[in-house]
């Protein structure tokens, strides 16, 4: 697929409260705004599975709905278990009223 930039969403599909869930190849990834920027991550839970984009946001963390697992949406660190690993985060840039991303 090479390092492109993927067009996935506009920008008012996404609110501070209410992240989605967009498919870029084979890669879930969840997209959150937060304090007026945009941030894409691996949307699922690497403890079991379950997409982070349903689960709940608490300050700068999303919280798994499955097991309660927190990861940091500005770098995709996992904060608490039972999760044992960070998420991978992808560039996402808003450009012509739209949000792009780059997945390789
Ligand atoms: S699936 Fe996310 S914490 Fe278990």
């Known amino acids: 697929m090479g ?3 993927h067009d ?4 008012d ?3 501070d409260d209410a992240p989605i ?3 870029v ?4 990834i969840g997209i ?3 304090n007026g920027r945009y941030y894409a991550l691996d949307d699922v839970c690497p403890h079991a599975y379950a997409l982070l984009s349903q689960g709940f946001i608490d300050g700068e963390e999303i919280e798994c709905p ?3 697992a927190k990861f940091h949406i500005p770098s995709g660190k996992c904060t608490k278990e039972p999760a ?3 998420l991978a985060c992808y560039a996402v840039k808003l450009e012509g009223g739209r949000l792009l991303l780059q997945v390789d």
Do not use: F, I, M
């Open 25 to 28: 190849g084979e890669h879930d």
């Open 84 to 86: 044992d690993r960070d």
């Open 8 to 11: 996935v969403a506009a920008p």
């Open 13 to 15: 599909q996404v609110s």
């Open 32 to 34: 959150y705004a937060l």
């Open 21 to 23: 869930t967009v498919k």
């Open 3 to 5: 390092n492109e930039w």
């Open 66 to 68: 499955l097991h309660g």
